[in-house]
C-alpha cells in the first residue's frame, strides 16, 4: 500500500528535511512540495493526495485555517517549531504533529499512523475493535459503545451497561472507529451517532447525559443535525 502526499511550508528548508525523509520511508510518495497554501488548492483539487504535511504558521493564512477551508481534507500531520498550537492541531482530528526538529524515527511513526488508517479506510472497518485495558485487550462490539470521554491519558468507553477504562489518547480512538459512525464533538468527546438521544444548539444528549459541543466543533454539529435528518 502506498500513501500520496504533498507538504506545504513557507520555508524551503523545511519542505526540504521533509523531503529527504520522505524518501527513507518505503510506502510514502510525497508528489509535490508548496512554499504557500492557495498555490496547493489547485493541485488538491485535480489529484488524489491520501496525506498533507502542514506547517501552521505560515503567512497570509495559517495551516489551521486552511484545513478548515478545504471542502475535501486528506489525511494531515502538522509541522511547526511551535509546540502551543499543538491541542489545536489535534482538536481538528490531526493524524500527527511534529515539532521541529524532528528526526526521521518520529516522522516515521507519523507515518505508520496515517498508513494504518488508510488501511482502516480502504479495506473498511469491522464492527468491533479491540482495547487494551491493563495486561489484557478486550473485543467490544461498535454497536456497545454509546461515547467515548477523555481523562488525562485515558479514554473512558461508555458502553450498554458498564464503562471500560483504556490508556490512548483521543487520536488513538480515533483511528479505531469508522469516521461514519463516530464523531468527535468536544476536546474531551467522542460520540456514536446512532446514540443520539436528543440535541440542541450546543449539546447533545446520550445515555440521558449532556455532552457539550466544543465551539471549535460548532460545523460538526451542523453535519450531524444534517445526517439525522434535523
Not at 489535534?90 to 526521521?104: G, H, N, T, V
Not at 482495547?131 to 488525562?152: F, R, S
Request: proline share 4%; net charge negative.
Amino acid at each position: 500500500m502506498t500513501i500520496k502526499a504533498i507538504a506545504i511550508d513557507d520555508e524551503p528548508h523545511a519542505l526540504e528535511v521533509v523531503k529527504m525523509l520522505s524518501e527513507k520511508v518505503p510506502f510514502l510518495n510525497l508528489e509535490a512540495t508548496f512554499t504557500n497554501c492557495f498555490d496547493a488548492i489547485p493541485y488538491l483539487q485535480t489529484n488524489k493526495i491520501d496525506l498533507l504535511f502542514l506547517d501552521i504558521n505560515m503567512p497570509d493564512i495559517s495551516g489551521i485555517e486552511f484545513v478548515n477551508i478545504l471542502p475535501k481534507c486528506p489525511m494531515v500531520i502538522f509541522t511547526t517549531a511551535y509546540s502551543e498550537y499543538a491541542v489545536k492541531g489535534f482538536e481538528l482530528d490531526a493524524i500527527d504533529y511534529l515539532l521541529k526538529p524532528f528526526s526521521l524515527a518520529r516522522f516515521t511513526k507519523a507515518c505508520n499512523k496515517a498508513l494504518d488508517m488508510k488501511k482502516m479506510q480502504d479495506e473498511g472497518s469491522p464492527d468491533f475493535i479491540f482495547l487494551k485495558t491493563g495486561y489484557e485487550e478486550e473485543k467490544v462490539l461498535l454497536d456497545e459503545i454509546h461515547y467515548i470521554e477523555a481523562e488525562g491519558n485515558y479514554m473512558t468507553y461508555v458502553l450498554n451497561n458498564r464503562k471500560l477504562l483504556s490508556r490512548q489518547s483521543i487520536s488513538d480512538a480515533l483511528g479505531q472507529l469508522p469516521a461514519d459512525k463516530f464523531v468527535r464533538i468536544h476536546r474531551s468527546y467522542l460520540i456514536s451517532l446512532s446514540k443520539i438521544e436528543k440535541i440542541s444548539r450546543n449539546s447533545v444528549w446520550i445515555l440521558g447525559k449532556e455532552i457539550p459541543v466544543g465551539s471549535s466543533y460548532e460545523e460538526k454539529l451542523l453535519e450531524i443535525r444534517g445526517v439525522l435528518g434535523l
